[in-house]
């Protein structure tokens, strides 16, 4: 496949992620072609797109149709089950990336055989916005132009950085893949003490919602450091320097914070079983 010309994609695993993934490289352009294998098929957002069509299994693709790319985008759980089966389009030309939290690039070999191209990857749900940060690891299989072409097609759907060293994927998965969640927490939590404080629950959320989204704009704009902008926020001697004397505490976010990402870390690294 040359640069410049889209992609043909098999994606396995239509759902939340894998769903806003297909949305982000239809509207880019960057793929051509996309087979889809879900249970449910192909959502029905994209029924009519001539470039989507979907598929009962690896066994049953369209005629000729040969991926330069097949997309694991099943849960972790599920992938004992499904990937066998892919084993018979392990071809130097196509290429495996994986979306799934903890599956080891060794995993995939061992079931997929040593010569499987494979790129273990961990985006996030804002790439549904293109607004997704991707981190990306590539096997010693996958040729340049494979690298060039995941890369695109990660590009698609937001930031993307690569790394040498794998195990930096189960941090990673902690802090980005499951971080928007932490995120949202945060407006519930916000929204709730505001409640607590005497707001109405209606008022609540739309301040804490209000409050996170235009802070997260302001960081995405400024190039400033995160601590500059929170420094700017806080006055000597007044409210936000009382909240943060609690935040920033013994008791305070980053305890809390270093055992959410060290667990989500455990995890992940189970997930590899
Ligand atoms: N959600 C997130 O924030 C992120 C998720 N990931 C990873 O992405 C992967 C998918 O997660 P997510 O999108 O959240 O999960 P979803 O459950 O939303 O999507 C998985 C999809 O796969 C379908 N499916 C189940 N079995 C098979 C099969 N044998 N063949 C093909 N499709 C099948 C499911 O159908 P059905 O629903 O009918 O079972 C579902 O549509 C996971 O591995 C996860 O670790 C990575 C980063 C972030
Ligand atoms: O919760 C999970 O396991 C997946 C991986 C990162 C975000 N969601």
Redesign the pocket.
């Given at each position: 496949m040359s640069e410049g010309v889209g992609a043909k994609l098999l994606l396995?695993?239509?759902?939340?992620?894998?769903?806003a993934m297909l949305d982000g490289w239809l509207a880019s352009g960057v793929a051509s072609r996309v087979v889809v294998?879900?249970?449910?098929g192909v959502p029905q957002s994209l029924e009519g797109d001539g470039r989507v069509a979907a598929a009962s299994?690896p066994d049953a693709l369209p005629d000729g149709f040969v991926p330069d790319v097949v997309v694991?985008?099943?849960?972790?759980q599920?992938?004992d089950?499904?990937l066998p089966a892919y084993r018979a389009l392990v071809r130097p030309g196509t290429v495996f990336l994986?979306?799934?939290?903890?599956?080891t690039i060794a995993y995939f070999q061992r079931v997929l055989g040593e010569q499987a191209a494979v790129v273990r990857s961990?985006?996030?749900?804002p790439a549904a916005i293109g607004r997704g940060m991707t981190v990306a690891v590539a096997s010693p299989a996958v040729a340049q132009d494979q690298v060039a072409l995941c890369d695109r097609l990660l590009h698609a759907v937001g930031d993307v950085a690569w790394v040498e060293e794998e195990g930096l994927l189960d941090p990673v998965?902690a802090v980005s893949?499951?971080g928007?969640?932490y995120v949202f927490l945060l407006v519930e939590a916000l929204a709730r003490a505001g409640e607590a404080s005497g707001l109405s629950p209606d008022l609540a959320m739309r301040l804490a919602r209000a409050t996170v989204c235009g802070a997260g704009e302001l960081l995405h704009q400024s190039p400033a450091p995160a601590a500059d902008l929170r420094k700017a926020v806080t006055s000597p001697n007044g409210t936000t320097q009382a909240a943060l004397d609690v935040l920033m505490g013994p008791q305070g976010l980053q305890p809390v914070m270093d055992a959410a990402v060290a667990a989500a870390t455990r995890r992940s690294r189970e997930?590899a079983q």
């Open positions: 396995v695993g239509c759902g939340k992620m894998g769903g294998i879900d249970l449910s299994g694991l985008a099943v849960k972790p599920v992938m089950g499904a994986s979306i799934a939290a903890g599956k961990m985006p996030n749900t998965t893949g499951s928007p969640a997930l």
